[in-house]
């Protein structure tokens, strides 16, 4: 169950560490990561972030057995960050919450912060009854089938009894604050950005995707699911067949098989370029003409810092925390469910390549300028602060 990863050390200098350890606040992130995605993304930054700093993190992970390989593992682990990965069968839910519980009263964190529905429906009340104050970070709702409200109606609910509730944009505030969660609780931090690894140059970009030809390449990157409107992407791709490009889809999903089909059957055949999940596809953004965000709901997408990052230009439809990312000064916002309006946009972008160019560069300056990691994580160690010193205050008058 327990992994950790700190090195050997001489007596005074474990000596050294363990006084620098009592003088941070320890915090143990929860979560049952996917292989890849923004919130895998948040965590990973989160925790590599606090090295170094005030804040002692952890990071117990719930994986399926036999996964000890999995990605999300290994940026932490190359890190030097604690890491707990903790093996259990599907919907093994009580082992789940002992092995939690058996981890907090060893660790004894400050706090716990947990990620995910499973984290915080789940896991948070462990904590939460070992008086250990409890921290989440909402990413965003997808509604989806009857199975994924059930859930979400039930991650709202505890919402309700988390001593903070970290929104990572403003209109997740409001449904938050709506939903019955006192407005003091909730915190809006949108998300931060640290580059994971460099980023690799166009060429090398373009051979790593199997784009040896000079065709405009354009970029879409995320979950193949509804809420990611990747249905709604290809639906502007088949406006957009006098043009000569290839596009690249990176991510996985139980929308690929229909999605595929209905490539297809829109005449788009080996024009649309399937890759699955990537590992580091933050690297590859150089390869993209133009990076396309068709989602029906956001939080505060990562990917749309990746490709910020890259200096491509976007195209992004006007949902969450994607208008306060990007305006019209930094990319095309259009939009969501329009088909036509995102192949205007994408259009414009091919056709205008000086204008797009002056709009990456904005948007690269403004993601250096406003989506800093240190900021972030100064505001949520902030947050870490406040809910110990109302843990102990309780705990004062209780006595």
């Known amino acids: 169950m327990h992994t950790s990863l700190r090195s050997a050390s001489s007596p005074s200098r474990e000596s050294a560490v363990a006084q620098r350890a009592a003088d941070r606040l320890s915090v143990l992130h929860v979560v049952a990561p996917a292989e890849f995605g923004g919130l895998e993304a948040v965590v990973q930054a989160l925790a590599i972030g606090s090295c170094n700093s005030s804040v002692e993190a952890r990071v117990a992970a719930v994986i399926p057995w036999g996964r000890a390989d999995h990605p999300f593992l290994a ?91 970290v929104a990572v944009s403003r209109p997740l505030v409001r449904e938050l604050t709506e939903c019955g969660i006192p407005a003091e609780r909730v915190h809006l931090i949108q998300n931060g950005w640290r580059p994971a690894a460099p980023p690799l140059d166009r060429a090398a ?39 000569p490009w290839t596009a690249c889809v990176l991510g996985e999903g139980p929308a690929r098989g229909t999605l595929e089909a209905r490539a297809t059957a829109l005449g788009l055949g080996e024009r649309v370029q399937w890759h699955g999940g990537v590992a580091g596809a933050g690297r590859l953004y150089a390869a993209f003409d133009v990076f396309v965000l068709s ?11 990746e490709a910020m990052a890259a200096g491509v230009p976007v195209v ?15 990319g095309a916002l259009v939009p969501a469910n329009d088909a036509t309006a995102l192949a205007a946009a994408i259009r414009t972008v091919c056709s205008n390549p000086a204008a797009v160019a002056a709009q990456a560069r904005a948007a690269r300056n403004k993601l250096a300028r406003d989506f800093g990691v240190e900021p972030w994580l100064r505001r949520y160690c ?17 006595r």
């Not at 509804?226 to 088949?238: I, N, Q, R, T, Y």
């Not at 989602?295 to 810092?305: A, D, K, Y």
């Not at 902030?382 to 209780?398: F, M, N």
Request: positive net charge; aromatic residues 8%.
């Open 75 to 165: 940026p932490l682990t190359a890190a030097g960050v604690e890491v707990f990965p903790i093996a259990v069968a599907t919907r093994a839910y009580l082992r789940e919450r002992a092995v939690i519980a058996e981890l907090c009263r060893r660790l004894q964190p400050d706090v716990v912060h947990t990620h995910g529905y499973q984290a915080d429906v789940l896991d948070a009340d462990v904590a939460r009854r070992l008086g250990i104050p409890v921290v989440t970070t909402v990413h965003g709702f997808t509604s989806g089938d009857w199975k994924n409200r059930c859930y979400e109606w039930l991650q709202r609910r505890a919402f309700r009894r988390f001593d903070a509730v």
């Open 382 to 398: 902030a947050i870490y602060q406040s809910v110990c010193h109302r843990a102990r205050r309780r705990a004062l008058a209780g």
């Open 316 to 330: 992004a439809t006007a949902v969450g925390g994607v208008p306060d990312i990007v305006s019209s000064a930094e």
């Open 295 to 305: 989602s029906r709901t956001e939080g505060t997408p990562m990917v749309l810092f």
């Open 205 to 243: 970009a373009r051979r790593a995707l199997g784009e040896h030809h000079d065709s405009l390449c354009i970029g879409w990157v995320g979950r193949l699911s509804d809420e990611k409107g990747p249905d709604v992407f290809l639906e502007s791709l088949a406006r957009l067949r006098d043009l």
